[in-house]
Structure formats: C-alpha cells, structure tokens
C-alpha cells in the first residue's frame, strides 16, 4: 500500500519560514495542520508520483540559464526553487514550477492548476510595480511550466506577526504598511482591464528588512470585466474574503479593500478573522488611533457598497490619519495610479480650517467632498442636499451638532455619511430626519431631549448606523415609517422615554449585534405590516416589553438574549415572531405572550426563572415549538387558554413552580416527544373543554 502525504514541508536557509503547496492547484498552504486547501478545496492528502513537481536536483540548469540552488518549498505538482541567472551575473531568482501531468490526477485538477499557474504568469508579467516581484521569463520544458520571478529576502507578515507580543502590531507601525498596501492594489486596479487580487491577506504579503512590502501569490487574481456577470469560481480565504466572494456577482476592487480592512483589523488585534468570518470586535485603539478603527470599519462594511469607493480613498485616508498623528507618510511611489484626489475642506470654529461653520462649508463645496470638523459645539441646521461626508475629528464627544429650534441634520439627497459626531436634538423634531436618499452613521452619539433621536420616513428613505450610541430621545430613539429601510450593526440603544426602536407602516429594520435596554417603555416596536430581523442582539432592563410585533406585524429573532425586563416578547394582533437559538429569561411577567391572532414560531431556544410563565398562549393566539426547553419558572411552563392552540415537540419541561404545561377553556394542544420533569403540580394539566393530542411522553 503507497503512503500518502500532506504534500511536503520543505525547511528553507536558516530564519526563513517553511513553505507548503497544495498538490491540487499549487496555492501556498497557510496552516501547518490544514487537511484542505483553502483556495480549491481539495483534500491535501495525495499519492506521491514520480511525476510531481519538486524532483529536480540541485544544480540542475533550465533553459540553460537559471541554475538551481535548493528548494525553497514544496507540493504535489507544484514547488518552488532558489536559483542562480546565470546571464545576469549570477543574480538570484524563484522559481515557480507547476507540473502539467501527475499519475492518479484527472484532467480537471491539472487544467485547474495550469489555469491558475499561467493566470499568476500573465497577470505579472504585464505589470511592474514597487510592491509588486518581477516576472522575469515564464516557459514550458518537459511537461513541466515555470514562472521565473524576483527572489525576495525576508518573510511573511503573517509570520513577522507571529513572533511579535500578543501577535499584533502598533498603529504607528500599521499605518505605513497600509499605505504600501493601498498603492500597490490601487496599482492593480488601475489597470485596463482591472486586476483584482481577491486574497488579500498576511500570509500573501512579503516583509523584507527595511519593511518594505510584495505583494504574493497571484494565483487567483482575476480580471474585471465588466460585461462578465459572476465569477469562475468563488475563491479567496475565509475570514479576508469578501462575501461578494461567495456570492454569484462579479467580484470588484470592493473586495481587495474589504480584504485589506480584514488584513489591518488582524495586524492591529492580533485576531485571525477566520477564526470567526465576519465579524471584526471592536480594536479599542488609543483617541490618537480612533480614526484608523473608523475606517478598518468602513472597509470591511458587508455591502460593497457601503465601504469606501476606491483604494485611492483608502490611501488618502491612511496618509491623513499619519499626518494628524505627527507621522510623516513619505513621497509616494512613482508607480502610484493617476487619480483625482477626493476633495476634503476643514471646519474649525476658532479660524484654523477652510471655514468657522458648517454650514458654511456645505453651501460652497461640491458634491463628493469630504468635509472635516474640528472639536466645537455647533449651534446650526444642516441640511444634505448633496452627497457629502461630514466627519467629526478627534473624540466624538469633543465634536458635537445641536439645536434647540429645529433637526441638527435633514437629509435631501441620494447619499450622505456622517462620523464621529455627538448630535443632540432640543427641538420637538428629530435630531436627525431623513426624508429621501441614504444616510450612514458611524461612531456617533444620538441623543434627543423632545422628540426622537432619529427619524427615518419614506419609500426612499434608507438609513446605517454602525457602532452608534442613540440614548436619551425624549420620545423613542429610532422611528422608522411609511416603507423607509434601515440598518443597525454594534449599536447601543439605551434610556429612551418610550420605546428603543418603533417601526410601523411597512417599514423594514435589521438589527444586528445591537444592545437595546432602560428604555421607559418597550424595546423595539413593529406594527402595521413591518418587519424585523434581530440577530445576536440583547435586550434588558426595559420598564415594558423587550419586543413586541403587532397589527401584522412580523419580527424574527436569532442568537439572542432577552431578559430581566417586565416582560419579554409580545406577539399579538395578527403579528408574528419566529424565534431560533435564543434565551428569554428572568422577566416580571410572561417570557413570552401570544394572543389575539398572533403567531409565533419557536426553535431550539430557552424560556426560563420567569416570574409567571415560560409561555402563555391566549385568546386565538397560536405557537409552534420545537427542541426549546422551558424550565424554573414560577408559574406554569406553557399555558394554553381561550381558543388558543399548541404545537409542542421535542421539548423539555422542567423544574416549574406550577404545571409544565395546561390546557384549558377551549386551548387545543399538540404534545410530542417531550420530556418532563419535577415540575411543582402535573407534568400536563388538561383541563374540561381542552383537546390534546399526546406522543411519546417522557415523565419522571
């Protein structure tokens, strides 16, 4: 029987990394105990042949030119050699070889890394960059191709973090970094057509001695072509890949600056994004650094159109953050893309800036102007007719918009992002009113003494807020109505007079990773045909209810904690809940409460320590469980009245200070496969008038 391999980890000189292929398509394997390989998925364990790449000896002389020296790393059918040019003066080379048949191989795994090996030749080839290694001659010899490049002396980032204290870098040693990133991607896709390189990540940036930076391993880059609706294939590694990448649409330049933030994010952190794709926690950075986390935020936004418009934009910024921190970025390449540079104009109320209002500043602009303000208290009303961005600089609560006779900030036209700004309302109308177009928030801090924080109305009316606190709002915090569509990602929604968030008259509101607790009165509202989606969100301390969907309401609810508020959630008038993998507990009154013609569905969650019932169904109210256990509460666990129904499968039921569940006065109840046990009366109390149906009952 032939012994099978990983594919081969060659050690290379003394103080380099090893270096390991993927016997499929040749990519760098990443992970020393990988078992597939994260670009064709292929498993790594392969039969050895004669015929695979990595036999040529030392010595060995290609195109009677290039003089191997030893092997730098290793696959299946693909390896790569240090070797000697010996036409030019015996300067060092790599050399990348990618065999073109392999016994026990079909065609496709060898037309998939051929394809790949001539993608990286061609793309290099035609390009010459700085931060990009040279391609010197690429050619076919028995059956074999090779790529003949730059032999760069250093190591990769991801193992230069790797030995640095808590694996992660300082901001004044990542700054300079990303801006050789930015220009050499910039670089890329400046090209007509444009490259995309779609791998964006440490293990594919080269480090060398004086810290400058190449870019690597091409494999997968691709060309941009605008009359192509989707990708080959989807390709890029998880945790830096953009989630366009997995998607059916084209990938665009959009993707290598959310693989850039992805990189950033980890060199700051510490953190592997693939350890958990897609979510990027908070970096905590220093005042002097908060910008850099604004836009690592902002480029690693999911919707490619929310992050920032172009690498150029990224660089900019990069080179703006060095210079307010008292760095100096340097002259930039020569190879850097001709572009126009983004307008930017300060606002400084003392005389430093461009101009002392900011008002002042949004009259004479144009649309596309980045507009910074400078710390200050701003007594104005502004209102977006153009696409600006109005970005506060410094500590947010050092740059703050108010009014006391009318909205902070109206928005009129088809785009609009603000940053890093305290906004407080002292008006009777909204702090901030958006009528039309869409507006992005981030990192700011929404308060209202009078009305509403924000309010968002209308078909044409969208609205982001990420990593914003909205407290305080003298009526609700967020109002969304009237078909208007909104967004809230890393939010803080908190001592609102009288609900957190309310959405009716077909309004549609995502809520994700959001904290939602001391409001006066509910959680978060939807009625009149609206609908919510509440994902890995906490909800606390509410004087009513956490969440309560209404009049047709319809909430889903996912990955969530709600808990110690009057009452948890309310399905009522027609309106529906699904909930999936949550936890409601300790709550004055019912856990959850469905009545009136509501709907809910329920999956592997937990009701339980209520001081009534897990769950209470009534007058006409249905509900469907499964696997959710319901258990410690003070009354019963499930409680089935008034015409209502049940559906209850595969629970538990258990240690209640009542019945685990009753049926009564014309409550009708399915009950499957359920557990129950020392609950304080009966397991299943079936009361005169009830109908229930019984399976598979587990009691102890």
Not at 360 to 373: D, W, Y
Not at 614 to 627: D, F, I, N, P, Q
Request: aromatic share 8%; proline share 4%.
């Amino acid at each position: 029987m032939e012994k099978t391999t990983t594919g081969i980890t060659v050690p290379m000189e003394q103080g380099m990394q090893q270096v390991r292929f993927c016997p499929h398509c040749g990519a760098t394997v990443q992970r020393v105990n990988a078992r597939f390989c994260e670009t064709c998925h292929q498993s790594l364990y392969v039969t050895p042949t004669l015929s695979l790449a990595g036999a040529l000896p030392q010595g060995f002389v290609l195109k009677q030119r290039y003089q191997l020296e030893g092997k730098l790393g290793e696959g299946g059918f693909a390896a790569v050699y240090k070797a000697r040019d010996l036409v030019l003066s015996n300067a060092w080379r790599a050399i990348k070889e990618m065999c073109s048949q392999g016994q026990g191989t079909d065609t496709r795994e060898i037309r998939l890394a051929a394809d790949a090996f001539k993608q990286e030749a061609t793309l290099l080839a035609g390009l010459m960059h700085p931060n990009l290694p040279r391609i010197y001659d690429h050619f076919e010899e028995q059956g074999h191709w090779f790529l003949v490049m730059d032999y760069i002396e250093g190591e990769t980032l991801e193992k230069y973090l790797s030995r640095m204290p808590d694996r992660k870098l300082p901001p004044e040693t990542v700054l300079p970094l990303a801006i050789q990133l930015s220009t050499v991607l910039g670089y890329l896709h400046s090209q007509q057509p444009p490259i995309i390189f779609r791998d964006v990540k440490p293990a594919n940036i080269m480090l060398t001695a004086d810290g400058h930076l190449y870019l690597i391993d091409f494999g997968i880059a691709r060309l941009f072509k605008t009359d192509q609706a989707r990708d080959t294939i989807a390709l890029g590694s998880p945790g830096y890949a953009a989630p366009e990448q997995y998607g059916k649409a084209q990938t665009g330049p959009q993707a290598d600056i959310y693989g850039l933030g992805a990189t950033l994010h980890h060199l700051l952190s510490g953190r592997d994004p693939s350890e958990e794709p897609f979510r990027f926690p908070p970096l905590h950075l220093s005042s002097r650094w908060r910008g850099l986390e604004y836009l690592i935020v902002w480029m690693v936004s999911v919707r490619q159109e929310d992050r920032p418009a172009s690498m150029q934009e990224v660089r900019q910024e990069c080179e703006r953050l060095m210079m307010q921190a008292g760095m100096s970025a340097g002259p930039l390449p020569a190879y850097a893309p001709l572009s126009v540079a983004r307008p930017r104009v300060v606002v400084a109320k003392d005389g430093s800036g461009d101009f002392q209002s900011i008002q002042e500043a949004l009259a004479s602009v144009s649309a596309g102007t980045r507009i910074c303000i400078r710390p200050g208290i701003y007594q104005e009303a502004l209102v977006l007719n153009k696409e600006v961005e109005l970005v506060g600089e410094g500590i947010a609560e050092q740059v703050i918009l108010s009014n006391q006779y009318t909205s902070c900030i109206r928005v009129r036209t088809s785009r609009a992002t603000v940053k890093n700004l305290t906004i407080r309302g002292e008006a009777s109308e909204a702090a901030i009113e958006v009528g039309q177009g869409v507006l992005h928030l981030e990192y700011c801090d929404l308060s209202a003494t009078v009305y509403t924080a924000l309010e968002v109305e209308g078909q044409d009316a969208r609205v982001v807020l990420r990593r914003c606190k909205v407290h305080n709002g003298g009526w609700k915090g967020v109002v969304l109505y009237n078909y208007a569509r909104g967004r809230l990602e890393d939010c803080d929604i908190y001592q609102n007079e009288q609900a957190g968030l309310s959405i009716w008259m077909h309004a549609g509101l995502e809520l994700k990773n959001c904290r939602v607790h001391e409001c006066a009165g509910n959680g978060i509202e939807i009625s009149e045909q609206s609908f919510c989606m509440i994902e890995n969100c906490e909800f606390f301390q509410n004087d009513l209810l956490d969440v309560i969907a209404e009049l047709d309401g319809k909430v889903e609810i996912k990955g969530s904690r709600l808990h110690a508020s009057a009452s948890g959630i309310v399905i009522r008038d027609q309106g529906e809940g699904v909930i999936e993998n949550c936890e409601v507990y300790g709550h004055a009154l019912d856990e959850i409460r469905v009545c009136w013609g509501g709907k809910l569905t329920a999956r592997e969650s937990r009701f339980y320590e209520g001081k009534q019932c897990g769950l209470r169904v009534h007058a006409g109210g249905s509900a469907s469980l499964s696997a959710c256990r319901i258990y410690a509460n003070q009354h019963k666990g499930i409680d089935v009245a008034f015409e209502s129904s049940a559906e209850i499968k595969n629970c538990w039921l258990y240690d209640g200070g009542n019945d685990g569940i009753c049926i009564r006065e014309g409550g009708t109840a399915t009950i499957e496969a359920c557990y129950f046990r020392g609950n304080a009366l009966q397991p299943i109390r079936e009361e005169e008038g009830s109908h229930v149906y019984k399976e598979a009952i587990t009691l102890e």
